[in-house]
């Protein structure tokens, strides 16, 4: 088969493709046409519907992941920790600020966090066990007033109203 006719044959094929009939080597006379395929117009004021869908879906993405990393302050915790503990707010405040300046990065040796927390009170809370880290004010502070509730301040040297055991 000579190469004109190869060429006559595939144009053939490319037209017969793109919806016309042809038969034999006339229907190459004139080079097939391409249309364009466009996409369908999608009017403006969808896309901006969408675009604003869109943002929206990520304020609501941003603000609910805030709520689940939520940390409460140190006023925060040591209000739930005095409710759930039936301690009095103003002992473990005062307690807390005597050891760490209300700071929940406080460190002093082994002592950690805002209520200063030694290695055998954080082997020894529930709290920690579960993974809370010793320098979250809500762990400390909840494993703090666990131990005040057993046994009181007596092993901490700030004692409530800012005394000091000493």
Known sequence: MSARRTVAVFAA???AGAG?????????????????????VVPQAKLVKAVEQREAWKVRAIRAERTLRHEPSVQEALTIASIAYRIDRGDLSSTAWCESTHRPHAKNGQYLGIMQLGTGFRA??????????????????????????????????CRPGGRLAW
């Open 124 to 157: 020894a809370s529930r709290y920690f066990r579960a993974g809370l880290d010793p320098h979250s004010p809500y762990a400390n502070i909840m494993a703090a007033a666990e131990v005040i509730q057993v046994q009181g301040y007596r092993q901490w040297q």
């Open 20 to 40: 016309a009939v042809a038969l034999g080597a006339e229907a190459v006379a004139e080079p097939p046409v391409m249309t364009n395929i466009s996409r369908p």
């Open 13 to 15: 094929v490319v037209v």
